[in-house]
């Protein structure tokens, strides 16, 4: 089955709202990283998050190991931040990347 | 700080015919490089692990044979991909790392086969 799973698959915002995306993951041995895609295709590294609570600008990392979950918040949303957020299993060698979260901030 | 360059980013090629891109790490080592590859409306799948002085490993799904890959030193990797048809189009992106775990990403060579 999906080893990374992500909610919701699709987010509509106004700008200034904030956003919250999960990404549950199917063991407690996964190391967690945050990319976005832009609308257009390149893949940024947002965060790498194994455990815990990382902040990186707007953007707000939790991962609950031993719940096998994690979060990104985005507060204060802008319309550049439309595009596609994935959560990705980092086993070292290899990633498994969830489905996606397409956001879409209005003006 | 750690980056990646992808070449060519876009790319058009007739069916039936073969692509090769590049992909150059600037700033580390590139210790091991793995090819993806996004399919439209999919997320990204895993082609091949490539680490150097070991053999380069193939998931399921992806050979050698259709996507050979070079990784000659800790800074360059190639990947072709040979009679390309159209279930090969798609956004192609290398990730490279070095000791650690966190993986850099270029901007991707997305294939466009007609």
């Known amino acids: 089955g999906q080893q990374v799973q992500q909610s919701p698959a699709s987010l509509v915002l106004q700008e200034g709202e904030n956003a919250e995306l999960q990404c549950n993951f199917s063991s407690t041995a996964t190391r967690l990283q945050w990319f976005y895609q832009r609308p257009g295709g390149s893949l940024v590294s947002l965060l790498y998050?194994?455990?815990g609570t990382k902040h990186t600008g707007r953007l707000t990392s939790t991962t609950v190991t031993k719940e096998r979950r994690s979060s990104l918040h985005i507060s204060s949303s802008q319309t550049t931040d439309s595009g596609t957020y994935f959560c990705?299993?980092?086993?070292?060698?290899?990633?498994?990347f969830g489905t996606g979260t397409s956001l879409l901030v209005d003006p | 700080g750690a980056l990646v360059y992808q070449y060519p980013r876009r790319t058009i090629c007739k069916s039936g015919t073969s692509m090769r891109m590049e992909c150059q790490a600037v700033g580390f080592q590139a210790t091991s490089v793995a090819w993806y590859r996004q399919s439209p409306q999919k997320t990204f799948e895993l082609i091949a692990l490539?680490?150097?002085?070991?053999?380069?490993?193939?998931e399921q799904n992806f050979t050698q044979e259709k996507f050979p890959i070079s990784h000659p030193n800790l800074s360059f990797s190639s990947m072709t991909v040979l009679n390309a048809y159209l279930e090969d189009r798609g956004l192609y992106l290398c990730?490279?790392?070095?000791?650690?775990?966190?993986?850099?990403f270029g901007k991707g060579t997305r294939l466009t086969v007609v």
């Open positions: 990730g490279a790392k070095t000791g650690g775990a966190e993986v850099f």
């Open positions: 998050n194994p455990s």
């Open positions: 990705a299993r980092n086993m070292g060698y290899k990633l498994t």
């Open positions: 490539s680490t150097v002085n070991s053999a380069i490993k193939y």
